[in-house]
């Protein structure tokens, strides 16, 4: 397409060459879900393979971002490529919706019909030291007469946590007088309150990782901990991936504005990475409530 514009203009609608990017990333994800697969089912070898998977998806990316800041930066982006992002990023973070409202799901699922049912009359013969009562209600409850299950001890919303969620929070704030900066044309503002930004999901993503060791050293609480294990950690395990992307993102989008890329019309890099960051900030409140607090 872009052969056929001339030279200055920008084309109706770009169509870049083919990529071997798609395929690149798709591979790296793979050994990525394998080897985590693996290594949470005892093989050693997994948490090499996870990092193999993780260091080779990270290298595309940087590849596949750097031939899209380039076209963008050569003018080869339009209006009609614009709308099409937007529709592409708000299509993306629907489909991460989906993704998360099936384990918050699956967490009200357990907790409201499949363990009240487990510890109906009907069962009582089957499982007669059964406790029909979620463990973060009961101290020790952790729904396993029959010992497959460990005993293990719940967390509270204090204090890790609630830091974390001050952390979050904060994150958004400063990513808005970020964006409400570059809209003005302070782009030196806009950098210090970027790097903020970034900072602060480093910062969160600290505080979980010792948060995750306390729970497994001092409170027994880890995957294999029957359902509430499984979605406490699947839940929290995939928003700090959601968060790690996300910081990623801003990292390269403050790079960017460093560099003197976008202008106070036309940034919907930095909006989409910020409409990003918002969302993982709405999941934390809604994990925080419902994980922590009941």
């Known amino acids: ?36 697969a693996q290594w949470i089912n005892g093989h050693a070898w997994g948490k090499y393979c996870l990092a193999l998977g993780l260091v080779g998806w990270l290298f595309v990316l940087y590849q596949w971002f750097g031939d899209a800041i380039r076209e963008s930066e050569g003018g080869l982006y339009g209006r009609k490529i614009d709308l099409s992002y937007r529709w592409s990023m708000s299509w993306f973070i629907f489909s991460e919706v989906m993704f998360f409202g099936a384990f918050f799901t699956a967490l009200w699922w357990a907790r409201s019909h499949s363990v009240p049912s487990l510890g109906s009359l009907d069962n009582a013969l089957l499982w007669p030291d059964f406790k029909a009562v979620w463990p973060s209600l009961a101290a020790g409850a952790t729904a396993s007469p029959a010992g497959t299950v460990e005993p293990f001890q719940t967390v509270g919303p204090f204090w890790l946590p609630t830091i974390n969620t001050a952390l979050l929070l904060s994150s958004g704030v400063t990513l808005t007088i970020a964006h409400h900066a570059l809209r003005e044309g302070h782009r030196v503002r806009t950098v210090a309150f970027l790097w903020t930004t970034v900072l602060l999901g480093i910062v969160f993503l600290f505080v979980q990782g010792y948060e995750y060791h306390h729970l497994y050293t001092e409170l027994n609480l880890k995957l294999t901990s029957g359902i509430f294990g499984s979605t406490f950690f699947l839940l929290t395990g995939f928003h700090g991936f959601h968060v790690f992307v996300g910081m990623l ?14 202008t ?31």
């Open 1 to 36: 397409m872009s052969t056929t514009t001339p030279h200055g203009t920008t084309p109706y609608y770009y169509v870049p060459a083919d990529s071997r990017h798609p395929v690149l990333a798709a591979t790296g994800l793979f050994f990525v879900i394998l080897g985590a």
């Open 249 to 262: 993102m801003l990292l390269f989008i403050t790079l960017r504005v460093r560099k003197g890329h976008f």
């Open 264 to 294: 106070p019309e036309r940034h919907f890099g930095f909006e989409g990475a910020a409409w990003y960051w918002h969302f993982v900030d709405v999941v934390w409140l809604g994990l925080y409530v419902l994980v922590y607090w009941m």
